[in-house]
Nanobody, 118 residues
Framework: QVQLVESGGGLVQAGGSLKLSCAASGITFEINDMGWYRQCPGKQRELVAS???????NYKDTVKGRFTISRDNAKNTVYLQMNSLKPEDTAVYYCNVRLGPRNLISYWGQGTQATVSS
């Protein structure tokens, strides 16, 4: 059974930092892309950052320079270091992993809340 377990969310003041982790288990194939999405109330889920197995990264424009995504392939774990947090970063953050041909297989974590107070 595939499980993605997220941790690291919480409440922080503006300008502070949080580090999210997501550990995937029960996956028998290599994970291609790993990513973090977020969803604010009443809004669509959006991509925050993604990383390929080889380490190529992609970021939402508004988090560039503040967030850093990384992964440990041996542990099937992806991280999101979030610095200089702003109230508009408040959201539920979800990790996502993709595998298989053309990344057609996708799994999601349960979400972790990150709240940034002003």
């Amino acid at each position: 059974q595939v499980q993605l377990v997220e941790s690291g969310g919480g409440l922080v003041q503006a300008g502070g930092s949080l580090k999210l982790s997501c550990a995937a288990s029960g996956i028998t194939f290599e994970i291609n892309d790993m990513g973090w999405y977020r969803q604010c109330p009443g809004k669509q889920r959006e991509l925050v950052a993604s990383i390929t197995r080889g380490g190529d990264t992609n970021y939402k424009d508004t988090v560039k320079g503040r967030f850093t995504i990384s992964r440990d392939n041996a542990k099937n774990t992806v991280y999101l270091q979030m610095n200089s947090l702003k109230p508009e970063d408040t959201a539920v953050y979800y990790c996502n992993v993709r595998l298989g041909p053309r990344n057609l297989i996708s799994y999601w974590g349960q979400g972790t809340q990150a709240t940034v107070s002003s």
